[in-house]
């Protein structure tokens, strides 16, 4: 593992620690850059509109990480699928979470995802945790750096203050973000009530 990769485990760690001692997430915990993760360069170019109303929740279904380095792989073969195979012009996300309890960044705040259907993809913000989750739910860690993420988007200006949480199931066919994490997700604060 890279000495930065380890730094930045380690500042996520000391940082989601201060998130436990107060009432709220800590708000912009560290987001572990591009370069850091050797992401391939980005040839996407629609730009979103922000502050964004709505956040996507989703999982990746594919294999779990919990290390930084087991975590930086995952996100790379997340973001070689989407740019190889299917032809996308980056990783789909905005953001991805580790079970390490890292944010990843994919698209950011300032690209359109290819997350869901077009109209949805201009209109939100997605995370997506990576892993399968229909029979667990992610780690404490990894739910900590999603919720500090969002506060980090409204803190900055990037997504509304009064956003609304959605899991992927929510705006397309899908199974997506798994059964757990999407009953979990049902008991954030920011997800509309049925």
Request: positive net charge; glycine residues 8%.
């Amino acid at each position: 593992m890279s000495r930065r990769l380890l730094a930045w485990a380690l500042l996520g760690f000391l940082r989601l620690g201060e998130a436990q001692k107060t009432e709220a997430p800590a708000c912009c915990s560290p987001i572990v850059p591009r370069n850091e993760w050797s992401a391939l360069q980005s040839e996407c170019t629609q730009r979103l509109s922000l502050p964004l109303r709505y956040v996507v929740v989703s999982h990746t279904a594919g294999s779990s990480c919990n290390t930084p380095a087991s975590c930086q792989q995952q996100t790379q073969n997340v973001q070689s699928y989407h740019v190889k195979t299917l032809r996308w012009c980056d990783v789909g996300y905005n953001f991805l979470i580790g079970e390490d309890g890292l944010v990843y960044e994919g698209r950011g705040w300032n690209f359109t995802g290819a997350h869901a259907d077009r109209s949805w993809n201009t209109m939100s913000i997605s995370i997506s945790f990576m892993g399968n989750y229909m029979d667990r739910v992610p780690p404490p860690r990894a739910l900590r750096a999603a919720q500090g993420l969002v506060a980090c988007g409204v803190a900055q200006g990037a997504l509304k203050s009064n956003y609304v949480v959605k899991g992927h199931r929510d705006v397309q066919r899908t199974l997506s973000p798994g059964d757990q994490l999407y009953k979990l997700i049902q008991n954030w604060p920011h997800y509309p009530s049925h």
